[in-house]
């Protein structure tokens, strides 16, 4: 009996250890930073569609979301991360790791220029999202691969 109480004990703090560690997985961690990124956008989406009141705190948050994510999306991929985690990211992403890394640093520096300027009506969050969606794509075409 006292056997299985340690077993059991031993298998709960296998498996805490492993979801903790999936939580800071670099996988998970830049899938985050393209989550919140994706909710920014949304929510710049919601306004420039008209779903939502033109709101300047809520731009001026989408928008240093989206900086400060795509700053730190690119400090996500150390070299054994290229699998695991469902991941969804390009081998060519370390074959080019400068580029890519570029392109994440652009999308962020349009952000920040945005911010710096903020757009500040219903046709410029329209505009704006030209500017930042430009990246998305254009990213994801060459280091997201679709599984
Ligand atoms: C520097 C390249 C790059 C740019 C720029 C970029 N993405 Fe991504 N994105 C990726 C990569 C790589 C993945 C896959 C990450 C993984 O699964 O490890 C991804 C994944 C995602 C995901 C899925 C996240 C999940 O749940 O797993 C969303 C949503 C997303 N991107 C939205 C956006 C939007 C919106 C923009 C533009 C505002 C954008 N991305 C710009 C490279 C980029």
Redesign the pocket.
């Known amino acids: 009996m006292k056997k299985n109480y340690l077993i059991a004990g031993a298998l709960a703090l296998c498996l805490g250890a492993g979801s903790v560690m999936a939580q800071d997985a670099p996988?998970m961690l830049?899938?985050?930073d393209?989550?919140a990124?994706?909710q920014?956008?949304g929510q710049l989406g919601a306004i420039a569609k008209g779903q939502k009141d033109y709101d300047p705190v809520v731009v001026e948050g989408a928008l240093s979301s989206?900086a400060d994510h795509?700053k730190d999306?690119?400090t996500?991929f150390p070299p054994d991360?290229k699998t695991g985690?469902?991941?969804?990211?390009?081998p060519a992403?370390w074959e080019n790791m400068d580029d890519?890394?570029g392109?994440?640093d652009?999308?962020a520096a349009d952000a920040t220029a945005l911010l710096a300027d903020l757009p500040a009506n219903q046709a410029a969050v329209g505009k704006a999202m030209q500017t930042?969606?430009a990246?998305?794509?254009?990213?994801?075409e060459?280091?997201?691969?679709k599984n």
């Open positions: 996988q830049r899938q985050d393209m989550k990124i994706g920014a956008m989206i795509a999306f690119p996500h991360s985690n469902d991941t969804e990211a390009s992403i890519f890394t392109r994440a652009k999308l930042l969606g990246n998305c794509g254009s990213c994801h060459i280091y997201r691969a």
